[in-house]
């Protein structure tokens, strides 16, 4: 394969076809600009901008987690009656309107009142952005268009870092200020766009509708969203407890956190699209999930070693083991998207995904704790036990998905039908 041909490749994995896929990818890239922005910027916002203290952060987050986690069924269920576009579109004025209010916010109450309204948002348009997608696109190109759309988000992300860098460099509340009202503007450019997003046909509603709970009794849909859920401890890991480790046990400089977040950054963009590969069928998505499960746990047993290096080995090691925990992260979240894509009912797809990210909510109030306390706290040897974890999860995601794929889905009506945008 000459260069030029491996450069054509690489664009096309980079760059999304024209139409829809590119339509979704551009906007997903304008609102990573924004939420990148303020994901970097949050902590030194929240401190210096609103007087707050470190606990008081931590508080109002933790809080606002567990709005999310209860809320996302149930306003998750909001897309199946309204609609998954003007669900996303109200979402995105909401968040508007809520980052356009930060400057004004007086106190610990007026925080919590804030970051709360965030969450609950974020519960219902976050669904809505997922079942937007999944509707408007046939089976086959789904799962590559969510691809797209990640590498899109990364590449905005990146960008909002980049703001983010020349606002803590000036340090001023002024900065500070026009920095959420920026985010603010760019939540409603976002909506703009959405909103000039070919509309969608109504689905077709059952006769009776089911609650919006009832999804949890769907034991076996259930079963594989915890399972999809505790694989995405990936983040955790990559982001939180990896640097920990680099800093307790190894003898790397402290800098390589920072270049291997930039690494995932890059191999992201690069790698997702042809990451996403096969699975867009329910069992293509177990298998991607299992492999994915698997390089998590290989990444388990690939880091602790780093403990036992010195110098440019422990480098070595480190980016290794990065790397690894990388393509777990491409894999299973193509696996993550083809199961939203194939196993909920196209009438209630709504409450189903917002089910389904449940499994992602329960990873996130454990992990932190869980594998810290393995990975960190214990020396080394705790690598061992999650490594295991890791591997059994990726051996019964399979099993079940199967188990998932033979159970009739709770209210679901008429196969699903190819839906054209209109115009």
């Known amino acids: 394969?000459?260069?030029?041909?491996?450069?054509?490749?690489?664009?096309?994995?980079?760059?999304?076809?024209?139409?829809?896929?590119?339509?979704?990818?551009?906007?997903?890239?304008?609102?990573?600009?924004?939420?990148?922005?303020?994901?970097?910027?949050?902590?030194?916002?929240?401190t210096r901008a609103l007087g707050l203290s470190a606990a008081q952060v931590g508080l109002g987050l933790s809080i606002a987690a567990g709005v999310s986690l209860l809320g996302t069924v149930p306003l998750g269920g909001l897309t199946d009656r309204y609609g998954p576009q003007r669900v996303w579109v109200v979402g995105l004025v909401l968040n508007a309107a809520l980052f356009a209010t930060y400057p004004f916010v007086g106190g610990f109450a007026g925080f919590l009142a804030v970051v709360v309204a965030l969450a609950a948002v974020e519960a219902a348009s976050?669904?809505?952005v997922q079942v937007y997608s999944i509707n408007a696109l046939p089976p086959e190109e789904r799962v590559t268009a969510m691809a797209y759309?990640?590498?899109?988000?990364?590449?905005?992300?990146?960008?909002?870092?980049?703001?983010?860098?020349?606002?803590?460099?000036?340090?001023?509340?002024e900065a500070y200020r026009g920095m959420v009202w920026f985010i603010s503007t760019?939540?409603?450019?976002?909506?703009?766009?959405?909103?000039?997003?070919?509309?969608?046909?109504?689905?077709?509603?059952?006769?009776?509708?089911?609650?919006?709970?009832?999804?949890?009794?769907?034991?076996?849909f259930m079963a594989v969203s915890l399972l999809s859920g505790l694989l995405t401890a990936h983040q955790t890991l990559y982001l939180t407890v990896m640097p920990l480790w680099i800093l307790t046990h190894t003898d790397a400089p402290k800098t390589i956190i920072a270049g291997l977040v930039l690494l995932n950054t890059v191999l992201i963009v690069l790698l997702q699209v042809r990451a996403s590969r096969s699975a867009d069928t329910a069992s293509g998505a177990a298998r991607a999930s299992r492999r994915g499960a698997l390089l998590?746990?290989?990444?388990?047993?690939?880091?602790?070693?780093?403990?036992?290096?010195?110098?440019?080995?422990?480098?070595?090691?480190?980016?290794?083991?990065?790397?690894?925990?990388?393509?777990?992260?491409?894999i299973e979240s193509a696996?993550?998207?083809?199961?939203?894509?194939?196993?909920?009912?196209?009438?209630?797809?709504?409450?189903?995904?917002?089910?389904?990210?449940?499994?992602?909510?329960?990873?996130?109030?454990?992990?932190?704790?869980?594998?810290?306390?393995?990975?960190?706290?214990?020396?080394?040897?705790?690598?061992?036990?999650?490594?295991?974890?890791?591997a059994l999860v990726g051996l019964a995601i399979v099993p079940v998905v199967g188990w998932a794929g033979r159970t009739p889905r709770l209210g679901a009506a008429a196969p699903e039908r190819t839906m054209t945008p209109v115009p």
């Open 126 to 128: 976050g669904v809505a």
């Open 186 to 220: 760019v939540f409603l450019v976002t909506a703009l766009f959405v909103r000039r997003l070919p509309r969608l046909p109504q689905v077709a509603r059952p006769t009776e509708p089911m609650s919006r709970l009832a999804v949890l009794r769907d034991r076996p």
């Open 1 to 46: 394969m000459g260069a030029r041909e491996t450069i054509r490749i690489a664009v096309r994995n980079v760059v999304p076809p024209a139409g829809l896929t590119r339509a979704l990818a551009v906007q997903a890239m304008v609102y990573a600009v924004g939420s990148g922005l303020f994901h970097a910027g949050s902590a030194v916002f929240f």
């Open 149 to 173: 759309q990640r590498s899109s988000l990364n590449v905005g992300f990146g960008l909002g870092a980049v703001i983010s860098g020349l606002v803590l460099a000036v340090d001023t509340i």
């Open 335 to 390: 696996g993550a998207w083809g199961l939203t894509a194939t196993l909920p009912p196209a009438d209630q797809r709504g409450a189903y995904v917002g089910a389904f990210r449940l499994g992602s909510q329960v990873q996130y109030l454990i992990a932190p704790v869980g594998l810290t306390a393995l990975g960190v706290t214990t020396g080394g040897w705790g690598w061992l036990p999650a490594a295991a974890i890791f």
């Open 296 to 330: 998590i746990a290989l990444f388990c047993l690939v880091l602790p070693i780093s403990g036992l290096t010195r110098g440019a080995l422990t480098v070595v090691v480190l980016v290794a083991a990065a790397t690894v925990l990388i393509l777990a992260e491409l």
